[in-house]
Every structure is written in C-alpha cells, then in structure tokens.
C-alpha cells in the first residue's frame, strides 16, 4: 500500500474547503501554523498531529466561531469568507448532492 501525501491547502479542492483543507485553516487561525504553510506533501501522521492540535485549540471554545475571542473570530471569518468567496467564483456548488 502506498503512503499517501496531502496536495496542500492551495491545491486542495474548492480552495481547501475540505476535510484537510480546513484543518490547515484553522491551525492558521490558531496561530499553529503560519498562513504561509500549505501542508503540501505532509504525510498522514503529520496531518494526524496536526489535527489533534487544532481539535485542542477549538475546546475551550467549544469548537464554535462564535466563542472565539475577537481577534480569531475575525481571522477566521477573513480566512474563511476569502475561501468561500474563490471557490464560489470558481464554481463551486454550495448546493448538498445526493452523495454528500
């Protein structure tokens, strides 16, 4: 079985609007990782530690942007209203499918 590797935030579909595209995201509204750093070719186990960091930044705020203290409230509302905004005028449907 071949090991496979993240494509990063930037490759990643509809703007990182992913499962592991939202990881890296909100490890940059942690302050975690830089905005700079895409993750591209992290490993699993690394986007696995990753994710257990970001899960206990988001406990004492119950996993809810809207218990984020100001200043990381509205790093994630930039960070996230830039994405959506990209994704939306490159196409993608906000719409639910039959599969999702």
Same mark, same amino acid.
């Given at each position: ?17 992913t499962?592991?595209? $939202?990881i !890296? ?13 895409t993750? !591209?070719?992290?490993?699993? +186990?690394?986007?696995q530690?990753?994710?257990? *960091? !970001?899960?206990?930044a ?14 990381l409230?509205?790093?994630?509302? $930039? ?8 994704a *939306? +005028? ?5 719409e ?5």
């Open positions: 079985m071949t090991e496979q590797f993240y494509v990063g935030i930037d490759q990643d579909q509809n703007e990182g609007l499962h592991l595209g $939202r !890296v995201r909100d490890a940059w509204v942690f302050g975690i990782l830089p905005e700079t750093e993750c !591209v070719g992290w490993s699993g +186990a690394q986007m530690s990753l994710y257990e *960091k !970001v899960h206990n988001w406990e004492p705020y119950a996993h809810l942007p809207s218990r984020l203290p100001e200043d409230r509205e790093r994630h509302a $930039r960070l996230y209203n830039e994405a959506i905004s990209s *939306k +005028a490159k196409g993608w449907d906000t639910l499918q039959d599969d999702d």
